[in-house]
């Protein structure tokens, strides 16, 4: 079965840093992969998108890379912010074709001031 | 533009009756997706709507069916309820072409007691 792993404990970052968040999966190999933020009692708001054939894609302060071969992805957050502290869900789409989407479990970020 | 809606934002139920819950899309938007979120979890595909017509399902029991309206919006209802079916549940909406980039709704919290 499908497998999507996020870095399994909650991180804790200085304000200024680079955070760097991880997505591992197994038994597939998903044409898109993207990134979501998720704040407490709200729904996830989408971050940014990377195909299979980009090596990396940055937008802002975030870059995200995928490795089709490691069968991963990491998120970057340069520069952060205590305005950056959220739960980072990566998500995969099983179907390729935009219907069927399969999330990580997330990871909590805490940018310390 | 408006944002996706989600009522009711609460709901209390007991095991064994039915519930339905509401989408607004966000406005243009003609796919609809929804998803379960339990608590510290990434939130699980249920099923998506295009057309008015179910277009992906994830790995949930036919007791948990829905519906697409002309004008976009959407119902999620589950029959004989159980508690585990206790969660936040999401919708999402996209546009077909662009279903990669989706905007959640707030949630439903339903608590089955």
């Known amino acids: 079965s499908q497998k999507i792993e996020q870095n399994s404990e909650a991180l804790n970052i200085q304000e200024g840093k680079t955070a760097t968040l991880t997505c591992n999966y197994t038994n597939y190999s998903p044409a898109y992969l993207q990134w979501y933020r998720q704040d407490p009692g709200r729904g996830p708001v989408f971050l940014l998108l990377i195909r299979e054939n980009e090596k990396e894609k940055r937008k802002e302060r975030l870059k995200v890379t995928f490795d089709t071969t490691l069968k991963q992805s990491l998120f970057h957050i340069t520069a952060s912010q205590p305005a950056d502290s959220a739960t980072y869900l990566c998500a995969l789409d099983l179907s390729n074709t935009g219907n069927q989407f399969y999330f990580g479990t997330g990871t909590s970020l805490t940018v310390i001031p | 533009e408006t944002g996706v809606t989600q009522s009711p934002t609460h709901l209390i139920k007991t095991r064994g009756q039915q519930v339905t819950l509401r989408c607004s899309s966000q406005?243009?938007?003609?796919?609809v997706s929804w998803y379960q979120q339990a608590l510290g979890q990434g939130p699980q595909f249920i099923f998506q709507?295009?057309?008015?017509?179910?277009?992906g399902r994830g790995n949930f029991p036919p007791r948990f069916s829905g519906l697409q309206f002309p004008n976009y919006s959407s119902e999620l209802n589950v029959n004989a309820l159980e508690l585990d079916d206790s969660a936040l549940y999401l919708c999402?909406?996209?546009?077909?072409?662009?279903?990669?980039?989706?905007?959640f709704g707030p949630g439903t919290r339903l608590t089955v007691l």
């Open positions: 709507y295009y057309r008015e017509e179910e277009n």
């Open positions: 999402a909406s996209s546009l077909v072409g662009l279903v990669y980039e989706q905007f």
């Open positions: 406005s243009g938007h003609n796919t």
